[in-house]
């Protein structure tokens, strides 16, 4: 369960730089919101700092690295090939 609120707390980050970054293109009404539009650089170190953690997380879980990272290839090659 605790994985399931860093996810949501992950997206938020996500959300935060795409933010930052459109007004940095776009002149839009977030940008008066000054948490959002000044501090959005921070969503990206919480991004990875969370990413980091998810991905220990995991690997812990797993019954080693290769069993891991043979998971993460079964759930990423499909969709990059049907992508591509």
């Known amino acids: 369960m605790k994985i399931l609120s860093l996810q949501y707390l ?4 996500a959300i935060g730089v795409l933010v930052f970054h ?3 293109i776009f002149v839009t009404e977030l940008s008066q919101v000054p948490v959002l539009s000044e501090h959005g650089w921070l969503g990206v170190r919480l991004f990875f700092v969370i990413s ?10 797993a019954r080693g690295l290769g069993d891991y990272l043979t998971r993460r290839i079964m759930r990423v090659l499909p969709l990059y090939f049907a992508v591509s």
């Open 22 to 24: 459109s007004n940095a």
């Open 52 to 61: 980091g953690f998810i991905v220990a997380e995991r690997i812990g879980r």
């Open 10 to 13: 992950r997206a938020l980050a």
